[in-house]
């Protein structure tokens, strides 16, 4: 099941991103950076992505369609906290270099 | 060539089961010896396979069937006998085209072609055919072991 909460830190939201980003839930997760970027308009959004457990081609896809609107709005959209099978599917896309992604929270808000 | 059924799933083409297979057939390949890595490769790959169908096969209905059959078999490769898994999945829905197989250009970034392209960058065999009114998606996954005597 897929939990997202926000946090705010000055221009910046943090979405905290815990379960699966799959068919089921990948909607939502969509919903949500979309919502941040385009409603919103969040100068930053930060993707803490420590508690995603698997992400499938609707879960990149959703990340590729964020990332458009931020630069569309120009706006930064950089995530953090990827474990390995994370990781490993972003590189397996080929589209792992066009994120801005960072190791931990500190550096994803410094950049 | 040595067969012997694993696991047999019968699934609906439900989008909320699919966490419930990736769970479990990643506990079927640990046990069966793959490396971490290559556990989490073939459970992308059948998840990305489950997805596809519930989307293009049956048009995002659910409660249609879908059936999942994991074999342990021997193939030939690099003239040794090595032990791998065959997972086999068939549906009812429409008739995909075969050609879909080759997936999208990577800068079309639409899920179904990008899932396409995971299947077959993580199995070393992927064949799809269409017969008695059913999709049939066969992949392969070597178990690449230092002794393959020992994989068996």
Avoid at chain 1, 53 to 63: E, H, T
Avoid at chain 1, 69 to 84: E, H, K, Q
Wanted: charged share 30%; with cysteine.
């Amino acid at each position: 099941m897929l939990q997202i909460s926000a946090r705010q830190l000055d221009k910046t939201t943090i979405l905290d991103v815990s379960g699966d980003i799959d068919l089921a839930s990948s909607p939502e997760f969509r919903k949500a950076a979309l919502r941040e970027l385009r409603e919103l308009r969040t100068p930053r959004v930060v993707l803490n992505l420590t508690a995603v457990r698997y992400i499938d081609s609707s879960g990149v896809a959703s990340l590729v369609e964020a990332l458009k609107a931020s630069r569309d709005l120009g706006s930064r959209l950089i995530l953090f906290g990827l474990n390995s099978g994370v990781r490993e599917v972003l590189q397996l896309s080929k589209l792992i270099r066009v994120f801005e992604i960072t190791d931990t929270e500190e550096q994803a808000v410094a950049r | 060539m040595s067969q012997s059924l694993l696991l047999k799933m019968e699934l609906r083409s439900n989008p909320e089961t699919l966490g419930v297979v990736r769970d479990a057939l990643g506990k079927l390949a640990e046990t069966l010896g793959f490396p971490e890595k290559e556990c989490r490769a073939v459970v992308l790959a059948v998840d990305e396979a489950l997805t596809n169908i519930i989307r293009h096969a049956y048009q995002g209905k659910t409660e249609q069937p879908i059936e999942a059959s994991f074999r342990r078999i021997h193939v030939a490769r690099d003239g040794l006998c090595r032990p791998a898994l065959e997972i086999v999945l068939e549906d009812r829905g429409i008739r995909v085209n075969a050609e879909q197989l080759c997936g999208r250009a990577l800068e079309d970034i639409r899920s179904g072609g990008l899932g396409l392209h995971f299947i077959r960058e993580s199995m070393d065999a992927v064949e799809f055919r269409r017969r008695w009114g059913r999709n049939q998606l066969r992949m392969v996954k070597v178990l690449d072991t230092a002794d393959p005597a020992k994989g068996s």
